[in-house]
């Protein structure tokens, strides 16, 4: 292969390679993001479960309140009907105690009712708290996978620069220059293979003289419609099977 050209087919991996790398250490405020996002969304459901254990603990005293009232009318309407002369106030100090009997019962299964709710949203808090801790256990893993790798990315970025201006080095000025300005102009993407006569980063099929040269690999071509220096990847030779010993056949 062209001394050059495998230059250029370095480079780009180097490029490709660096390209990768920067990426994920870009991320990082969008990851640290999505972390604490999980956290807010735990944090929130544990908030809600608690708020509305304390609307039914609220609820629950301003029930039990309304029964005190009611029971204090009650005591005294017994004392009135202790002290009633007529039959027709008998009975009108008796419908009144039934009167506020009933209430008291109503509330009372009002109260019971509430205390059912209330053990369920208490199970519903414990459920949220622990899958809080749990959520926050498995951020401070993500958060600390993500170090370990942004400093490993940060390593390869160095020792990628290193490998880089090494081969750099070994290019010529012109086909430095032809990398760097497709590679500006491409996305990032400036030496593809060609095969089966096509381009196979734009798709465009070559011209057969043109795809014939660039099977040499002896110089330097650019894709006609992208303009990226083309190479040919031979494909692999099939591997040989092993022999079947004559016994096993």
Do not use: W
Request: net charge neutral.
């Amino acid at each position: 292969m062209n001394a050059e050209l495998e230059r250029l087919i370095a480079l780009q991996k180097l490029v490709s390679a660096a390209h990768d790398a920067e990426r994920k250490v870009a991320d990082e405020p969008e990851r640290e993001k999505a972390f604490e996002g999980r956290l807010d969304t735990a944090r929130r459901r544990l908030a809600a479960d608690k708020e509305r254990l304390a609307e039914n603990q609220n609820a629950r005293r301003a029930v039990e309140k309304d029964v005190a009232m009611h029971q204090g009318r009650l005591s005294k309407f017994r004392e009135q009907a202790m002290a009633v002369k007529t039959n027709q106030e008998y009975h009108a100090v008796q419908k009144e105690i039934g009167f506020a009997q009933g209430e008291i019962k109503t509330i009372e299964d009002k109260i019971l009712e509430l205390m059912v709710e209330a053990d369920d949203l208490t199970a519903a808090v414990k459920r949220a708290e622990a899958e809080l801790a749990s959520e926050q256990k498995a951020v401070d893993a993500d958060r600390r996978a993500m170090a370990t790798e942004l400093a490993a990315m940060k390593s390869s970025l160095e020792q990628i620069a290193g490998e880089r201006a090494e081969v750099v080095r070994g290019l010529s000025a012109k086909a430095l220059a032809i990398f760097e300005l497709v590679l500006r102009r491409r996305n990032g993407v400036a030496v593809a293979p060609a095969r089966d006569g096509i381009c196979t980063v734009c798709h465009v099929r070559l011209r057969p003289q043109v795809f014939n040269t660039i099977l040499r690999n002896d110089q330097i071509i650019q894709c006609d419609s992208c303009q990226r220096i083309l190479y040919h990847v031979p494909a692999a030779a099939p591997a040989a099977s092993s022999p079947v010993p004559q016994s096993a056949q």
